[in-house]
């Protein structure tokens, strides 16, 4: 049986319509998901994140510990900031993609969904004599996020505070007598972001509140054009254990000036002296059939890539996926083919985000 986001109830109450997505029953769209993508691209839209992870790394060296293992600069960051960051292994491929908060006393780290053990597990490899402790607080948390341009402003009427616009800085606040924690995201939308964490056991209070303040549930289906529009990886289908991290969009998940860590060499020696095989792209494909995850991107009837996500595009009218294309073939506005049903159906290269 698939996994029940703890606020499962409010979704059913508010009209979901449900789809397994890796082994979670998550909310497709609540109606019109047409409306709930124009939500978040002119005000507010309300997205569940309870089937993401949080770590909390306490102990006098755990900054020091982190930044050692991580592609972002953590050490530098004070109480309040944060930053994006992967885990890769020594041949530079990716092995998690993590949302890092510095808090006075702790760090938390967000995991993507099902991996905060395995990270805490990966983490916990590298310790030896550090100061640090790293705890699972995922059940201990609720996670939502407000998305649009009306975030800040949304979050600031709730609880009298945002968070600074940098992306994931945070500041602590108040819902009522409710602790919550307001974090301003990465833009995986394309539009501005407001993570508000909980405690778990006040989640459905939180929600009911969000709601009541004007932001209406956003699914499954306007979030997937939205994500992929602004050439947002997934983890677990657009980077996993088989990219490498230079093979993404990863500017924001890399320091050039800090200091070693599991398969720096490798992203260096990619970045100064060669180049990678295949990159991400985004594909616009003509017609009104979404291609299946997997299907192959093909030129002249030889394959050059395959589509790791794929959507209706609420923004362009049209079909759209992320692929890895080859690097010869890369070039947006190169004329390809997805083909996938036994037929082949006309795409160009786009580069990422995707105009609109």
């Known amino acids: 049986m698939a ?14 319509k449900f789809e397994n997505v890796s082994d979670w029953e998550l909310p497709v769209a609540y ?23 949080l770590l909390e790394l306490t102990g006098r060296d755990r900054a020091a510990f982190l930044h050692a293992l991580v592609s972002n600069e953590v050490k530098a960051l004070g109480p309040g900031q944060g930053c994006a960051a992967t885990l890769l292994d020594v041949h530079g491929k990716v092995q998690v993609v993590l949302f890092v908060w510095i808090a ?34 995922s059940a201990e948390t609720a996670l939502c996020v407000l998305a649009g341009p009306k975030a ?35 833009r995986e939308t394309g539009e501005a972001e407001v993570w508000i964490a909980s405690p778990a056991t006040e989640a459905p209070r939180v929600w009911d509140a969000v709601v009541g303040a004007g932001a209406r549930p956003v ?3 306007a979030f997937e054009s939205l994500r992929i ?37 490798v992203v260096v020696r ?22 299946p995850i997997g299907a192959e991107v093909v030129t002249a009837d030889a394959p050059v890539g395959k589509v790791t996500s794929a959507t209706w595009s ?31 159906i006309a795409a160009s290269v786009s580069g990422l985000p995707f105009r609109r």
């Open 229 to 265: 529009e602004a050439g947002t990886p997934l983890f677990g289908h657009d980077a996993d254990e088989s990219v490498l991290l230079p093979e993404i969009p990863f500017e924001n998940l890399v320091s050039d000036t800090k200091g070693c860590y599991p398969g720096q060499e």
């Open 3 to 16: 996994n029940r986001l703890p606020l499962h109830e409010r979704h059913v109450a508010a009209g979901a």
């Open 152 to 186: 800040p402003e949304t979050s600031e009427r709730l609880a009298g505070a945002r968070p600074p616009e940098s992306p994931w800085s945070h500041v602590a606040a108040k819902l009522g007598e409710i602790p919550i924690r307001l974090v301003s995201g990465g």
């Open 31 to 53: 109606g019109n998901p047409a409306e709930e993508y124009a939500l978040v691209r002119r005000g507010v839209g309300l997205l569940d994140r309870g089937d993401f992870g």
């Open 219 to 221: 699914g499954l289906a």
């Open 314 to 344: 609420f923004g362009l009218a049209r079909p759209i996926a992320l692929a890895f294309v080859r690097r010869q073939h890369a070039e947006p506005g190169s004329g390809v083919s997805v083909r996938f049903d036994g037929r082949a």
């Open 104 to 137: 006075e006393d702790r760090i938390l780290l967000v995991t993507p969904p099902d991996m905060a053990q395995k990270t805490a597990e990966a983490l916990d490899h590298y310790l030896f004599s550090e100061k640090v402790t790293i705890a699972d607080v």
């Open 270 to 291: 990619i970045r100064d002296r060669g180049h990678v095989n295949r990159i991400l792209r985004g594909l616009l494909l003509e017609g009104d059939e979404v291609p």
